[in-house]
């Protein structure tokens, strides 16, 4: 039986919870809300009437479209190189044993602990070092190389929980490393690669600062905003970004329902969703 104060701590409890998402949400919700502000000059910081004219022009800035399009490039070029070679470095360290694995292991960690300012500090004196010039392609594998450790940590997680004894049955049908490869591991780690595969487009489309050490002259759409925000925001910024995150959200509660659908036919059982304090 619940006491009282179970109860009043159970309240307490998802009220602070609940607080607690409300501030991380609130700036999101401020970003949202202003991209129907029907505002009066150049600034885009107080309420001013509703208004859909921002969203049915979104173009209508200049410059913010191309560097739109350069996020969204890079963004996707890294998420296919880091996914790509993030779930052949996981497959190599939860499959196998090989001198340096422990090393590599290491290092896989290491640019997620460094602060983004030594990161993009440390690439820029290497490309220079390199006589590298910087544009498209420095941004590419900077954002690659930080994004790399993200995707084997999650890949690795999907590998550890995997039950090897399909992939072994498989070897005892006949199936070559290959064929075993891609008809039983690619598609058994197929929740882990997509959110493997958000994580990398979310984390290079969003990524400011090492951005602005290897950019160059290439503008991404960060750079765009911080480089507007000294003049005035407008408010098609804020409808490219409420964009994005319809889409990622989209996206993320499609691959929440993959991977529970996938759950429930490995037989794992699926947790329902409780209400807040609960």
């Known amino acids: 039986m619940r006491t009282t104060a179970d109860r009043i701590r159970t309240w307490l409890l998802g009220t602070w919870s609940l607080l607690a998402i409300l501030f991380l949400f609130a700036p999101i919700f401020v970003i949202v809300l202003f991209s129907f502000n029907d505002n009066q000059g150049r600034f885009n910081f107080t309420w001013q009437g509703f208004t859909l004219k921002h969203w049915k022009e979104p173009f209508a800035v200049a410059g913010l479209g191309e560097a739109m399009g350069t996020s969204l490039l890079i963004a996707l070029f890294t998420t296919l190189i880091a996914v790509a070679l993030g779930t052949?470095?996981?497959?190599?360290?939860?499959?196998?044993?090989?001198?340096?694995?422990?090393?590599?292991?290491?290092?896989?960690?290491?640019?997620?602990?460094?602060?983004?300012?030594?990161?993009g500090a440390a690439l820029l004196g290497w490309f220079l070092t390199m006589g590298l010039v910087r544009g498209f392609v420095t941004v590419l594998i900077?954002?690659?190389?930080f994004t790399l450790?993200?995707?084997?940590?999650?890949?690795?997680?999907?590998?550890?929980?995997?039950?090897?004894h399909i992939e072994e049955a498989a070897a005892d049908l006949g199936a070559g490393?290959?064929?075993?490869?891609?008809?039983?591991?690619?598609?058994?780690?197929?929740?882990?690669?997509?959110?493997?595969?958000?994580?990398s487009f979310a984390i290079s489309i969003?990524?400011?600062?090492?951005?602005?050490?290897?950019?160059?002259?290439?503008?991404?759409f960060p750079l765009f905003v911080y480089g507007a925000a000294r003049q005035g925001v407008p408010p098609q910024v804020n409808v490219f970004a409420t964009a994005i995150l319809v889409i990622v959200v989209c996206l993320m509660f499609a691959n929440l329902a993959w991977?529970?659908?996938?759950?429930?036919?490995?037989?794992?059982?699926?947790?329902?969703?409780?209400?807040?304090?609960?």
Do not use: C
């Open 206 to 220: 969003d990524d400011f600062v090492v951005s602005n050490f290897t950019a160059g002259q290439t503008v991404t």
């Open 259 to 278: 991977q529970r659908r996938a759950a429930r036919k490995e037989g794992i059982p699926v947790p329902e969703a409780q209400p807040l304090g609960i």
């Open 142 to 145: 900077a954002h690659v190389m």
């Open 88 to 119: 052949f470095v996981a497959l190599a360290l939860v499959r196998y044993r090989w001198r340096g694995r422990g090393a590599t292991n290491g290092l896989v960690f290491l640019p997620l602990a460094t602060p983004e300012v030594v990161l």
């Open 177 to 199: 490393q290959v064929t075993t490869l891609w008809k039983i591991t690619l598609p058994l780690l197929a929740p882990g690669l997509a959110a493997a595969a958000l994580l």
């Open 149 to 164: 450790g993200y995707v084997v940590i999650t890949v690795r997680a999907r590998l550890e929980g995997m039950d090897t």
